[in-house]
């Protein structure tokens, strides 16, 4: 056996790839050296135990570099030399030792090869050593890789989303183009059905030519535990960084409501607690990101009977673009199984009534606590009411997770059956619950030069306790909405009365009757009022779930400003970049000592959110085991932009309309978007006060049933979601035309 070192550049070489030319010697008593045809050489050592699986050796056997020809047989018998005796051999057996190695049947050959006077040399990690699988690692530098791996030259990394394809960069300089890039990644992505997965890559760069000088398998790496984070449809409710308090409230609530809903499906306490710790990890974050732990979430979906028929509709509601997972199913005692058809078909059927109870008595619940919150409550007190919340609602709220899959089964029937006009048939939702936060603003603003001051103040102080929760980014707890900031409403009625004609406009179109939804008859009457009803009753809850963190967001707020007081916090608004489990620790337990600690920690977790605000937003992590977060000096982020003229997505609101787009990045700082046609990444359900100026709007997230698709059908606004690579085609200021009918996207002018 030659070695790993030697047999995958074999491998390499007859499959075609960039190899060097090389010679193997397996002995110093071969009759005479081979030929050494070329001037400068590399010489390397290669043992059989080196390169494997678990064991890399790397390090511990020489090489020899720029070595001239007449030089070669010297530096040849050193390496063999040295495994006999001398330094090598010590060190050799030191790292033997330590792995618990049998290094008795050791051998040693020797490979000599063209020496490649590189431009820039590196390695290329296939996955991100630290426990990241679908991110590549490009480490480049100047000279030979020597200087490299010992670190004597300065090098730049690149990090390679294999997933989302975009990439970053730490380091003084770009050291190579995009197209490199791309090129490197092409290359060792192509080595891996040859190699396997996890590889180690040296490369070396002469002009515009790749050399590859060796692989090996990362051994670094456990694949036998791996944790899938995935942003579909979360990022929609939380788009770019959430702060700490809201990381951790998200997962308090999921944990709470996956926990309540696999017990209606179960019905068996023993069965639920031995998933403790799936539904404890049904939401993380990454980098101050929100992600569904979609491995976990397919484990409770698993529990549902049917669930294989299940699956491929909840990927399509949610809008999950990889459709890839484990297919082993959710091991149940057979009686266990068997009653989980007789729960769910008994929870399903009374889905429509469950929800019905869940709004009535959500009115009660938010009544309840504005009766009971003064101005001069305290943390502890606070802290009670938080308490009967969580109580009062974890025990009813998980009905809305069926309601959700109530609607995506039969929005997915009318779907399958009706195709294009299903948009039709599930639009026009009299009176839908999410429009009624926008139709009363467009009234406010209308009616606000008829009405006497006194009766203005008295009606926006009614919109605030109504609908002050509903805005933009409105279930991130640090974010400022109109019952935290009147001012915000105050701006907002402002702006509309300076275009009267257009508000004239928006008032009539908002006020008109309510247009009939299309009527059919028989089987798909049937899943068209279904899917309408579960349309519906989702859009109700979503305001509802937005009055929620408004009561959270006022507890913590109002937290926050005692502690502010008490200076334990530097200023209210500190206490987002806590957690949830943090702050109600410091409300029991207040020093000198937490203070310090807390101030410090906070200070810490800021300079973190700097860094991530620069890196791209993943929609797919693959972790080795536990999630982390990237720790840089700094980072350069890498913005794609492709040259494409046409593009395609999930058509989900009908029309045609040209118009100027306007790129949101960031939804905060938005200003002239009327008539504009919204081009981002994903919308929230506070987008509704931008769609009801907006000419269309597309996102690369999304599906038929994300806030995108319902508001933009009631508001008979064009959209288009679920649009791959938007944002690296267009450009504020290109001219579209979308076609809300057949998802068809075209950049007339650039």
């Given amino acids: 056996m030659l070695g790993k070192k030697i047999e995958n550049l074999k491998i390499l070489k007859e499959n075609g790839f960039p190899v060097p030319e090389f010679v193997v010697i397996s002995s110093l008593a071969e009759a005479e050296m081979p030929d050494i045809p070329w001037e400068l050489c590399a010489v390397r050592s290669c043992a059989n135990a080196e390169d494997g699986t678990k064991n890399s050796f790397a390090g511990q056997f020489d090489t020899y570099l720029n070595v001239e020809r007449k030089d070669v047989p010297e530096r040849v018998k050193q390496c063999f030399a040295a495994m006999e005796n001398g330094a090598v051999r010590e060190k050799v057996q030191q790292y033997a030792e330590h792995q618990e190695l049998d290094m008795s049947d050791l051998s040693m050959h020797v490979f000599v090869q063209q020496m490649i006077q590189a431009r820039y040399s590196g390695v290329c990690f296939t996955a991100n050593p630290q426990g990241l699988l679908n991110e590549m690692v490009i480490v480049v530098g100047e000279g030979t890789g020597d200087n490299v791996v010992e670190d004597r030259v300065d090098t730049t990394s690149y990090y390679y989303n294999i997933t989302d394809k975009v990439y970053y960069y730490e380091g003084e300089k770009e050291y190579l183009s995009s197209d490199m890039v791309e090129r490197l ?37 456990r694949t036998d535990d791996i944790l899938t984070m995935d942003n579909s449809n979360i990022v929609e409710s939380y788009p770019g960084l959430s702060l700490p308090l809201t990381c951790s409230f998200v997962n308090i609530v999921y944990s709470g409501i996956f926990r309540s809903i696999s017990r209606r499906v179960l019905k068996n306490e023993k069965e639920l607690a031995k998933y403790d710790d799936v539904f404890g990890n049904m939401v993380g974050s990454v980098n101050g990101r929100l992600y569904y732990k979609i491995s976990n979430w397919y484990t409770v979906i698993k529990f549902l009977p049917m669930n294989h028929k299940i699956i491929p509709i909840w990927q399509d509601m949610l809008g999950v673009k990889i459709k890839n997972y484990a297919k082993d199913a959710v091991k149940l005692p057979k009686w266990v199984r068997i009653k989980t058809y007789f729960n769910v078909i008994g929870e399903m059927l009374s889905v429509p009534r469950q929800m019905e109870k869940l709004n009535r008595d959500f009115v009660i619940i938010n009544e309840d606590f504005y009766a009971k919150y003064h101005e001069n409550i305290t943390a502890e007190e606070l802290y009670s009411l938080y308490q009967v919340l969580y109580d009062t609602l974890l025990s009813c709220w998980d009905v809305t997770l069926l309601n959700d899959l109530y609607s995506f089964l039969f929005t997915g029937l009318v779907k399958k059956r009706l195709g294009e006009e299903s948009n039709q048939v599930i639009s026009g939702i009299s009176n839908i619950e999410s429009m009624k936060p926008i139709k009363e603003m467009i009234r406010l603003a209308y009616d606000k030069n008829h009405l006497s001051g006194e009766a203005y103040e008295e009606r926006f102080r009614d919109y605030i306790r109504e609908y002050g929760d509903r805005n933009l980014e409105e279930l991130k707890l640090e974010s400022c909405t109109f019952r935290s900031h009147p001012e915000l409403l105050e701006e907002k009625v402002k702006g509309y009365n300076e275009d009267p004609e257009k508000l004239q406009e928006m008032y009539s179109s908002l006020h008109k009757e309510a247009a009939v939804p299309c009527r059919l008859k028989g089987l798909n009457g049937f899943l068209a009022r279904e899917a309408a009803r579960g349309i519906a009753n989702r859009e109700i809850s979503r305001l509802n779930r937005s009055r929620i963190f ?17 200076g334990l916090l530097q200023e209210a608004r500190d206490i987002f970049w806590m957690t949830v489990e943090e702050v109600f620790a410091l409300v029991r337990q207040r020093d000198a000592k937490s203070r310090e600690e807390v101030q410090s920690m906070i200070a810490v977790r800021k300079q973190d959110y700097e860094l991530y605000a620069c890196l791209p937003t993943y929609q797919r992590l693959i972790f080795a085991g536990k999630e982390f977060h990237k720790k840089h000096r700094s980072v350069n982020a890498h913005k794609f932009h492709l040259q494409q003229s046409r593009l395609m997505g999930t058509p989900c609101s009908d029309g045609c309309v040209e118009g100027e787009a306007l790129v949101v990045t960031d939804v905060t700082r938005v200003k002239d978007y009327r008539n504009k046609i919204l081009v981002t990444k994903m919308t929230d359900p506070g987008w509704v006060f931008l769609l009801v100026e907006a000419k269309g709007v597309i996102s690369e997230k999304g599906s038929l049933l994300s806030h995108t698709a319902i508001i933009s059908r009631e508001l008979k606004v064009p959209s288009i979601v679920g649009v791959e690579n938007l944002l690296n085609t267009v450009n504020t200021g290109d001219v579209l035309r979308m076609n809300g009918n057949t998802g068809e996207i075209e950049i007339i002018k650039r």
Wanted: glycine content about 6%; hydrophobic content about 45%; cysteine-free.
């Fill in 185 to 221: 990644v092409k290359l060792t992505t192509d080595m891996q059905p040859l190699l396997g997965e996890l590889l180690d890559i040296e490369f070396a760069i002469t002009d515009s030519d790749i050399h590859i000088l060796q692989a090996r398998p990362i051994t670094t790496l």
């Fill in 550 to 566: 408004g009561i959270v967001r006022l507890i913590f707020t109002q937290i926050g400003q005692e502690f502010a007081t008490d």
